[in-house]
């Protein structure tokens, strides 16, 4: 019998396990966030991981791009969750669900209110979140 032929890389298959990944990963970490009622910041571990893994078992070969599309994206989670996060927190209070309040919340305020809710110690989670993306994407 004649040797069977490599399996062709599928290259489609990255930029949709990608989205898959960074959507259910922010999910998760608002979910974390709004029940221990903070901000947490060490999903930003979970983000960075999960976006190079994604990555890397949506067979996009190592290198310059894979780095960049890690650490992009796990950037995207780390301010999309804590957007939602603020904008749940504060709608809450007005009797807005998250989605109400993350669309009428402007860029001020919801920059305002990560600084205050968040500490010194949650940036360097948020570091470290995008430095594992970036060791991992390698």
């Avoid at 990608?18 to 979970?46: D, H, I, K, Q, Y």
């Avoid at 809450?92 to 990560?114: C, E, K, N, Y």
């Amino acid at each position: 019998m004649p040797p069977r032929p490599a399996p062709a890389s599928v290259h489609w298959l990255w930029p949709l396990l990608l989205l898959l990944g960074s959507l259910t990963v922010a999910v998760a970490w608002v979910l974390v966030a709004l029940n221990t009622r903070g901000m947490a910041a060490p999903m930003a571990l979970a983000a960075g991981l999960e976006t190079a893994w994604m990555l890397r078992l949506g067979t996009l070969r190592g290198g310059p791009l894979r780095i960049t599309l890690a650490v992009t994206a796990t950037l995207l989670v780390t301010l999309a969750s804590c957007w939602v996060i603020v904008a749940a927190h504060m709608g809450g209070m007005m009797g807005l669900d998250p989605l109400q309040s993350s669309l009428r919340m402007g860029p001020r305020l919801a920059w305002t209110m990560v600084s205050l809710a968040s500490s010194p110690f949650d940036l360097l989670w948020l570091l470290g979140g995008l430095l594992l993306a970036w060791r991992l994407a390698r």
